[in-house]
């Protein structure tokens, strides 16, 4: 497959996300089972932008999933309504998550990117 730059494509250019027709919505089947197709961002890592990263912690989370459904880069992970973690590939660091996360102490919070998460985790704040 030859790759065009971003400058290369026609105006209206279409990008397919996937590498076959799906027979069902795509919103049905695991993201790691969809054939995504080489074009989508899904196989790329686009997180190196990222400063300040969100670190999760489960002992506090209550699964509302409000982290879930806000988050703008669908860097979320969830299964059957659980919070599992944050996909560090395509996370931004936007703190919206954090944001809109009801717990207190929250159950996610933003440290230095260079902070390992066990580190972050030591560090958790005490309920105000
Ligand atoms: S920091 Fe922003 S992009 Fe990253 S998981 Fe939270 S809401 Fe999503
Ligand atoms: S918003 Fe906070 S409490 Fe709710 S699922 Fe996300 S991490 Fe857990």
């Not at 912690?57 to 973690?85: A, E, H, T």
Request: glycine share 4%; net charge negative; with cysteine.
């Amino acid at each position: 497959m030859k790759y065009l730059g971003w400058d290369e494509l026609l105006p209206g250019a279409i990008l397919f996300s996937f590498k076959e027709d799906l027979d069902k919505d795509a919103s049905y089947i695991l993201p790691e089972e969809r054939p995504y197709a080489e074009t989508n961002s899904h196989e790329a890592y686009v997180g190196d932008w990222r400063v300040m990263k969100p670190v999760y912690n489960r002992d506090l989370c209550i699964d509302c999933q409000f982290c879930w459904v806000y988050c703008p880069d669908v860097s979320i992970i969830s299964r059957d309504k659980k919070m599992i973690g944050v996909d560090y590939d395509h996370c931004k660091g936007c703190g919206i998550c954090v944001e809109v996360c009801p717990t207190n102490p929250k159950s996610l919070l933003m440290f230095e990117e260079r902070i390992p998460n066990e580190e972050a985790l030591a560090k958790w704040p005490e309920k105000e």
